[in-house]
């Protein structure tokens, strides 16, 4: 049986560093801890601990695949680039820096450096007409066949909700949305306030949203 960690409180990224240490760290469970990401996404805290557990194979009891890896390794990278530059990037690196990031040299080594244009964040006008192909399933209504949509980064979920009403004639307020990635299988995440956008849930192209309603 693989060993795991599952009864530390955990609320600091320097612990989770220090975790990372251990090489038979392959099984982490972290639901009750308080680990919270820059843009404070539950699914961002997720993959950053992939990214920072270097042996991790299961998360929340979740596998993690191959891609899944992957796709987290890299989103970190990107997501630290611009401070791995100004903390010295290719030449001498920062000792605060590596000291919060103590992977990033070994996934800059697995996958190369980011380029420039990977680390420009989004412009507003560009979010605002960034289309979503978003999919909506519904577990609790197997006869229900999936709707594809697409939708702006931009949009409200209380407007999502609105779409939803029209589409199956359930109220707004009796509907319960989550939504899981093809980089994070077997994970949901909750979409927990109406008045976020799609865009602050982190939600991608292809990503589903899972419907249910009381």
Known sequence: ?????????????????ELDKLPSLVQFSCRGNRLVSSDGNPRTANQMLIAKLGQLVTLNSCEIHHEDRRGAELDYIKMYGEAWLKAGGRSQISAEFSSQHPRYQKLIDKYGAPEEGELKKMEPS???????????????????????????AS????????????????????????????????????????????????????????????
């Open 155 to 214: 949009m409200v979920v209380q407007n999502v909700k609105g779409l939803l009403y029209r589409l199956l004639k359930v109220p707004a307020a009796d509907l319960k949305l989550t939504y899981s990635s093809p980089k994070m299988v077997g994970t949901e995440f909750e979409i927990d306030s109406d008045l976020k956008t799609l865009q602050f849930y982190s939600i991608e192209d292809g990503d589903q949203v899972l419907v249910r309603w009381s």
């Open 126 to 152: 560009t979010l605002k007409n960034q289309l979503l192909k978003i999919t909506f399933v519904f577990p609790e209504d197997a006869g229900r066949k999936p709707i594809e949509k697409k939708l702006p």
């Open 1 to 17: 049986m693989w060993p795991q960690l599952c009864s530390v409180s955990v609320h600091q990224w320097d612990v989770v560093n």
